[in-house]
């Protein structure tokens, strides 16, 4: 419990924490076997053209709940897991939903970005990112995090993959839990080895809406997931209302 509330500072502090070892081995390749089974190595993409273009997200999306695949509850449900993110997010936090993100050989992988808005910076998402295979140099796909940015405000406008002043790269293990902030600025890297996987566990605190991460902030652009719109071109804005202020 003492150790809960460490961690918590620790994630407060840098809007990140990395807890490696922390599931166990077994689970974590029956999983990656499941999540294999399920998409092949290279499964489509789903996304207009026009989205991994201006997003560079290149990565797939599956939901395994929406498939009734029920091997992902335990890891969802792990006592540990329930009472850091209770140490994190206060008491009655929700949980959102359970997203694997694939990426095949030669993907991009994710430009950098903010998982939803951070105007209002209670309103936020955790992610709770479990790896269930090493991420290597080799393999590439290192999830890269800016310490503290989570307290810093929208993204600055800029090259979507470019290096960010104090960035932090994570080489993630199989068995490692990540958590994220979803205002922390992130990215993940390219991937040379077959494919790259991280399975995200979502969740928010109580008040916050769940539909909070339908609108993902990116350097150039912000889009709205529900509706497959660009919301907001960043890069023809000017300086002034890019300060973050709400508008609505
Ligand atoms: O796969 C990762 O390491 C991070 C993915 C990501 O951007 C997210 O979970 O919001
Ligand atoms: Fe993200």
Same mark, same amino acid.
């Given at each position: 419990?003492?150790?809960?509330?460490?961690?918590?500072?620790?994630?407060?502090?840098?809007?990140?924490?990395?807890?490696?070892?922390?599931?166990?081995? *077994?689970?974590?390749?029956?999983?990656?076997?499941?999540?294999?089974?399920?998409?092949?190595?290279?499964?489509?993409? &789903?996304?207009?053209?026009?989205?991994?273009?201006?997003?560079?997200?290149?990565?797939?999306?599956?939901?395994?709940?929406?498939?009734?695949?029920?091997?992902?509850?335990?890891?969802?449900?792990?006592?540990?897991? &329930?009472?850091?993110?209770?140490?994190?997010?206060?008491?009655?936090?929700?949980?959102?939903?359970?997203?694997?993100?694939?990426?095949?050989?030669?993907?991009?992988?994710?430009?950098?970005?903010?998982?939803?808005?951070?105007?209002?910076?209670?309103?936020?998402?955790?992610?709770?990112?479990?790896?269930?295979?090493?991420?290597?140099?080799?393999?590439?796909?290192?999830?890269?995090?800016?310490?503290?940015?989570?307290?810093?405000?929208?993204?600055?406008?800029?090259?979507?993959?470019?290096?960010?002043?104090?960035?932090?790269?994570?080489?993630?293990?199989?068995?490692?839990?990540?958590?994220?902030?979803?205002?922390?600025?992130?990215?993940? *890297?390219?991937?040379?080895?077959?494919?790259?996987?991280?399975?995200?566990?979502?969740?928010?605190?109580?008040?916050?809406?769940?539909?909070?991460?339908?609108?993902?902030?990116?350097?150039?652009?912000?889009?709205?997931?529900?509706?497959?719109?660009?919301?907001?071109?960043?890069?023809?804005?000017?300086?002034?209302?890019?300060?973050?202020?709400?508008?609505?």
């Amino acid at each position: 419990m003492e150790e809960n509330s460490k961690l918590a500072e620790q994630f407060w502090e840098e809007g990140f924490l990395v807890l490696d070892g922390f599931l166990e081995s *077994l689970k974590m390749d029956e999983l990656n076997e499941c999540i294999l089974e399920n998409l092949g190595k290279a499964p489509e993409n &789903l996304h207009s053209d026009e989205f991994l273009e201006r997003s560079g997200a290149d990565v797939v999306p599956w939901f395994p709940q929406h498939h009734g695949i029920t091997a992902f509850d335990e890891v969802a449900n792990n006592p540990r897991l &329930l009472e850091l993110t209770t140490a994190l997010l206060g008491p009655e936090w929700q949980e959102l939903y359970s997203m694997v993100m694939f990426s095949r050989q030669g993907s991009k992988g994710q430009s950098w970005h903010q998982d939803c808005p951070p105007e209002f910076p209670s309103h936020f998402n955790l992610n709770r990112l479990v790896y269930t295979h090493d991420v290597t140099p080799e393999i590439g796909g290192q999830t890269v995090v800016v310490p503290g940015s989570h307290r810093q405000g929208v993204i600055p406008i800029g090259d979507p993959d470019g290096v960010l002043e104090g960035q932090h790269v994570l080489e993630p293990k199989r068995g490692t839990l990540v958590l994220l902030h979803g205002h922390t600025w992130h990215r993940v *890297l390219s991937v040379k080895g077959t494919y790259r996987v991280s399975t995200n566990f979502r969740a928010c605190p109580q008040g916050v809406p769940k539909d909070v991460t339908d609108v993902c902030v990116y350097r150039n652009m912000r889009y709205r997931f529900s509706t497959g719109v660009f919301v907001e071109d960043r890069l023809a804005m000017p300086d002034r209302v890019q300060t973050g202020t709400p508008t609505h």
